[in-house]
Nanobody, 119 residues
Framework: QVQLVESGGGLVQAGGSLRLSCAAS????????MGWFRQRPGKERERVVA????????YYADSVKGRFTISRDNAKNTVYLQMNSLKSEDTAIYYC????????????WGQGTQVTVSS
């Protein structure tokens, strides 16, 4: 069992930056693929970014490429999402998620953190 706790959300002006953090419990964090999903108002939840257990492989949705960066610190059991050049359409609840067994089966979810970008 893994518990995920996100932090770092808030209100920011368009063009600004935020960094989200996700702290994970458990001793097997380094074996989990991690991801950030978001749910925008009136939209389905979508995968935004992901990072492999080793940190070597990353995924970015086209809508955030060049603006968002995912990273992880296995020694701190933490994954980060650096968001730059934020746009109003980035407004969403952002969820941290974990996939055990080095798969992309995201079974553990955080409670979500709200990001609001004002234009």
């Amino acid at each position: 069992q893994v518990q995920l706790v996100e932090s770092g959300g808030g209100l920011v002006q368009a063009g600004g930056s935020l960094r989200l953090s996700c702290a994970a419990s458990g001793r097997t964090f380094s074996s989990y693929n991690m991801g950030w999903f978001r749910q925008r108002p009136g939209k389905e939840r979508e995968r935004v970014v992901a990072i492999s257990w080793s940190g070597i492989t990353t995924y970015y949705a086209d809508s955030v490429k060049g603006r968002f960066t995912i990273s992880r610190d296995n020694a701190k059991n933490t994954v980060y999402l650096q968001m730059n050049s934020l746009k109003s359409e980035d407004t969403a609840i952002y969820y941290c998620t974990a996939a055990p067994g080095r798969t992309n089966n995201y079974v553990y979810w955080g409670q979500g953190t709200q990001v609001t970008v004002s234009s």
